[in-house]
C-alpha cells in the first residue's frame, strides 16, 4: 500500500486497520515458522506497510 493511500484513510479505520494487518503479520509469520510461506518476502512488504501506518498514525497524533 501507497502513502498516499494510507493518508486518505480516516484516523479510526486506520487504527483499526493497524490492529488487523499487525494481526495478519504474526499468523503469516507462525505459517512461515511451520511451513515456508511460497513468497515469504510478503513477510517484508507487510512488516514496511504496518510501519508507514503507524508513520501516518503518529503524524496526524503530533499535528493535532
Request: without cysteine.
Amino acid at each position: 500500500m501507497k502513502i498516499a493511500e494510507i493518508r486518505e484513510i480516516a484516523t479510526n479505520e486506520l487504527v483499526e486497520r493497524i490492529k488487523a494487518e499487525e494481526a495478519n503479520y504474526n499468523q503469516m509469520i507462525l505459517n512461515h515458522s511451520i511451513s515456508p510461506l511460497a513468497n515469504p518476502a510478503l513477510i517484508k512488504q507487510l512488516r514496511r506497510t504496518i510501519a508507514r501506518m503507524k508513520t501516518v498514525l503518529r503524524q496526524r497524533e503530533l499535528n493535532k
